[in-house]
Structure formats: structure tokens, C-alpha cells
């Protein structure tokens, strides 16, 4: 399903402000990368709609949000993007440093749920990689890796499939809510692009 709804640009510099703010003021890339797809899963299955409303995409070392990975590689499509971002963050090769206090009137009370639900879950997890390689948005293009392949979009619905009983850390869902779930997506993003007609 593509749902053609736009990145929130300052909404994900600050979950990685945020983040890099919760570890002391800095964050490496990887993990910051890991905790917003927890967050953002977490937050679709509860409330039905991402955090950040970025692209996933399965990567080697898991799930990938394409467009907040660009803000953590200095990668911006504006002059406007990069001084928000750089009065927020600074970045290196690896790490995501917090250069100014969080903006927390970006994010709902969801958001702010979500980002402290993860961080509390598994914000000093070891190996974070290798816990994502378990869910299902991943595991579904496991083989595409070994065959050479290095990414694979993510579908939206993808993160509504259950994790493994003893690493879901988000209400399990059933077939009738996985449809509920869908509709509501399918219904948000029609009225996005009423909008911009």
C-alpha cells in the first residue's frame, strides 16, 4: 500500500534529539535507527499511523527509515532542512549528537508515548540488529539478502503482522484488527489527499 503521506521532517529530527537526549546527549546512527522503527511500529499497531511517516526499507542489519536515516547522514533535500536539523543535531560517521533542547511541542502525547515506551524497552538492549532480524517485516525478505540483494521495501502492512510470542512487545492483533487497522490507514491517507487537491 502506498499512502503518499509526507515525511515529517522536523517531527523525526527531534525523535532523534530526543533519543540522542534520553543517552546522555549522543546516540549512535544504528541504534537511533532501530528505537524509531520500534517507535514508529509501536505507534502504527496502537494508533494507526507512524511516528515519522517514513519509507521503510529492510536492510542487513534490519529496518531501515529511509528518510530519518538521511537526516542522520546529513543528507537534506533543502537549505531549510539542513539549519533546522542543525540547530537540533549534529552528526558524525556515527553517532547523532543533541546540540540544542528538544522541541517537544512537534510531537502528540502518542508520539511522546511511543518514543519513551521503546526507549524503556530497549533503549540499553545489546545487539539491537539482531533482535530486529526476528519480526516479520524483516524475516519476509531474509532470503532476498543472502541471494545479493541489499534493500527491500517495507509495506505498511507488513508491520501489522505479529511478532514472535516472546518478542512482541505491542498488543498482538487479530485478523479482524489487522482489517480495522487497515481501513483507518486507507481512510487517513484518503483524506491527506483530499486535501491537496
Known sequence: MNLNIPFEFKKSTQALN???HLNHG???????MK??????????????????NANYVAMKLGPVPSEVLNIADSNFDTVAEREYA????????????TVNKVQTEVFSETDR????????KFGHCTRLPDLTHRFPEWRKHEADFKSGIKRK???????LENA???LEYCPKLSEDDKSLLLEQIRYAASIYASFRR
Open 164 to 166: 514472535p510470542d516472546d
Open 153 to 159: 521495501h517495507i509495506k505498511i502492512e507488513d508491520f
Open 35 to 52: 528505537l524509531i522503527f520500534f517507535a514508529d511500529r509501536f505507534h502504527l499497531r496502537k494508533y494507526g499511523r507512524f511516528i515519522t
Open 26 to 32: 549522543s546516540i549512535s546512527k544504528l541504534r537511533a
Open 113 to 120: 508515548e511511543a518514543l519513551l515506551y521503546v526507549w524503556k
Open 18 to 20: 530526543y533519543l540522542a
Open 86 to 97: 542543525n540547530t537540533f543535531i549534529s552528526t558524525s560517521n556515527t553517532n547523532i549528537k
